[in-house]
């Protein structure tokens, strides 16, 4: 192990990832085998198009689904009201900024869309400043909802170990 690598049991930075209206049990599922993985809070806005018990979520989270720390929230507006506004990030891929751009800290709140649709405009325009987009080719529309979830929440992990890192 180098200077600038320490094992993850020594890191205890706890994000939430938010789920708003999520439609795919293997997305939800895969999303929170991350979030145990990474010690991280899944939030879930209700309604969900399926059932939080549906096996594919299960076989998708496997053994660790009972080691999730999951939250339901009847609306967005529960989620916002208990964190500071300027820790909640939302990502679509309508943001100007990419997630690389801001300066993560323990305790942020990524927000994530149905993947369908993404999250709805006129929360993404009452939140702007604080709207984040992965890069992709214009080929696609999106990339899969549980990848981009590991994308920003893996960076958000890295700079809070090693802030000094570019």
């Known amino acids: 192990m180098n200077d600038t690598e320490a094992p993850f049991s020594q890191i205890k930075p706890r994000l939430h990832i938010v789920l708003f209206e999520p439609e795919i049990p293997q997305n939800t599922g895969n ?82 869309g149905p993947e369908s649709r993404g999250l709805p405009e006129s929360l993404l325009n009452s939140h702007y400043p604080n709207c984040i987009r992965i890069p992709m080719s214009e080929k696609i529309r999106s990339i899969n909802l549980a990848n981009s979830v590991g994308i920003v929440m893996y960076e958000a992990l890295r700079q809070i170990a090693h802030p000094e890192l570019p």
């Not at 549906?54 to 529960?78: E, F, P, T, V």
């Not at 909640?88 to 751009?101: E, G, M, R």
């Open 31 to 112: 999303i929170g085998r991350l979030c145990v993985g990474a010690d991280c809070d899944l939030h879930i806005v209700k309604p969900a198009r399926f059932r939080l018990d549906d096996a594919a979520i299960k076989r998708a989270g496997l053994d660790y689904w009972q080691h999730l720390k999951l939250h339901l929230h009847n609306s967005i507006q529960d989620v916002f009201s208990q964190f500071p506004p300027n820790r909640i990030f939302l990502a679509s891929t309508k943001a100007k900024h990419c997630y690389w751009d801001n300066t993560y800290q323990e305790g942020d709140v990524f927000v994530f």
